[in-house]
């Protein structure tokens, strides 16, 4: 394997099937929104990349989010979840927007209610779990098990790492090493092409946009981590547009520009451009293939959804 600053994707190893099971049906479950309606993969859809391809999501009662949503392929590669870090893995991410008021506006307890008043779904935990008691942490554990396998193996890039050069085209091959010598490999590098490190948007230049998001300086309360953000993966980049944390961009071309200026001070050329482009459309790797899981039916007991506040 050549050794260079971007690493392989590897398959998903899955060594516990009916966790993940439980965790996809979790995923895909819309009763963890006080509407009824709004799930993980609405926003962070797995036909699209694992995006809602929108500037920033959509959320309850039609609320418009503050950020735009980042993909969940390949997210486990993360060193942290969100734009901001604030969550220190995927089970930390899974209960945040079921209890964001914005998001799917509803509670842990509520959340845990709906699921534990069907029978279906207290069987399958405790098949996963040993007994079935359901809470807040073992749902947000499943979710983040079903999202561990989300991974996206076998790019292009991929198999030219691993010795097939005529895997990418000579134009791709280009803009890898312009990727290399301008300087984007010191912040996007490592299996995930990102999501490794923090890094200001405008460290050269100022970024301009009307995204109200501080990033880092929300968590930590640094003064210093103003517009401070997670430095995203660059795999299926070609899928999960618009770019930025503010969604405002909208091709690929226009986004390699704006980094080159504001992050490194540089200016692309046409061609470079287009070489860069079909470098990173190389990155888009084999997409997860779905089986929709069949959601157990609610009941009496089942909290009801409240798709409207008035």
């Known amino acids: 394997m050549a050794k260079e600053p971007i690493e392989i994707i590897k398959p998903a190893n899955i060594t516990e099937p009916e966790k993940v099971e439980l965790g996809k049906m979790l995923f895909f479950e819309p009763r963890l929104s006080k509407s009824g309606f709004i799930s993980c993969n609405s926003c962070h859809n797995l036909s699209t990349g694992g995006v809602d391809a929108l500037p920033t999501s959509i959320g309850h009662n039609w ?33 945040g927007p079921i209890a964001n008021p914005k998001e799917m506006g509803f509670s842990h307890e509520l959340a845990v209610s709906t699921i534990d008043s069907m029978p279906a779904y207290k069987t399958r935990f405790e098949n996963v779990y040993g ?24 790019s292009p890039f991929d198999l030219y790492l691993q010795g097939d050069k005529s895997a990418i085209t000579t134009e791709a091959t280009a803009g890898y090493q312009l990727f290399k010598d301008k300087g984007c490999v010191s912040c996007h590098n490592g299996p995930a092409v990102g999501g490794t490190m923090y890094m200001k948007m405008g460290l050269v230049k100022p970024f301009h946009t009307q995204n109200p998001a501080e990033g880092r300086i929300a968590v930590t309360g640094n003064a210093a981590d103003m517009h401070v953000f997670k430095v995203p993966t ?62 157990p039916p609610s009941n009496a007991n089942t909290p009801k959804p409240v798709p409207f506040d008035k």
């Open 63 to 95: 609320q418009e989010g503050p950020i735009n949503s980042p993909t969940v392929l390949n997210a486990e590669y993360g060193l942290a979840q969100f734009w901001d870090g604030r969550a220190k893995d995927l089970k930390e991410q899974a209960g």
């Open 131 to 154: 007994d079935g008691k359901i809470t807040i942490d073992n749902i947000t554990d499943a979710i983040a098990a079903f999202e561990k396998t989300l991974v996206t193996p076998n």
């Open 234 to 295: 660059l795999r299926n980049i070609e899928l999960t547009y618009p770019y930025f944390h503010d969604g405002a961009t909208w091709t690929l071309e226009e986004a390699v520009n704006v980094m080159a200026d504001i992050q490194l001070g540089q200016s692309l050329t046409e061609q470079e451009t287009k070489e860069m482009v079909a470098f990173l459309k190389s990155l888009t790797g084999d997409q997860p293939q779905i089986i929709l899981p069949i959601l």
